[in-house]
């Protein structure tokens, strides 16, 4: 499984962490790997690994996000640009295996797919901010 692959599955379950109690996620993370064909135990526990470090960082990440928008609080904010941007925020800041011009990419091209018409330049507004 490709890396923008698992990266939208990983933006998935973080999304999912948002409605779901954290007794709960360990429960509605196995269901989610059930869904998913042709991911390898190796992909299974990368994704897990990668969300889980991402959703244990979320207050971290949320006011690193409110320090760098006018306006737009995380509190405001649509929950998929929301997390588009702490998935992006974390690469860029904690994952040392991913350039921050690739996780600006990869989250401009999620917010492309499951966010609004304005969701991409909004995210990407958000991340170059993030990224000086």
């Known amino acids: 499984m490709k890396r ?11 999304f999912g962490a948002d409605f779901n109690e ?18 390898t135990e190796k992909d299974m526990q990368y994704i897990s690994e990668k969300a889980r470090k991402v ?5 971290e990440i949320d006011a690193m996000i409110n320090e760098h928008t006018t306006g737009w609080k995380t509190g405001r904010m649509n929950k998929v640009d929301l997390t588009i941007l702490r998935l992006a925020v974390y690469e860029m800041k904690w994952d040392e295996d991913v350039p921050t011009g690739v996780a600006i990419n ?11 018409e304005d969701g991409a330049s909004f995210v990407n507004g958000v991340l170059a901010k993030l990224a000086d």
Do not use: M, P, W
């Open 4 to 14: 923008t692959e698992q990266r939208e599955h990983i933006f998935k379950l973080i």
């Open 55 to 59: 959703v244990e960082k979320i207050d």
């Open 106 to 116: 990869e989250a401009v091209n999620l917010a492309k797919k499951y966010s609004s």
């Open 22 to 39: 954290e007794a709960e996620q360990g429960t509605q993370a196995e269901l989610y790997f059930e869904q998913i064909e042709g991911a």
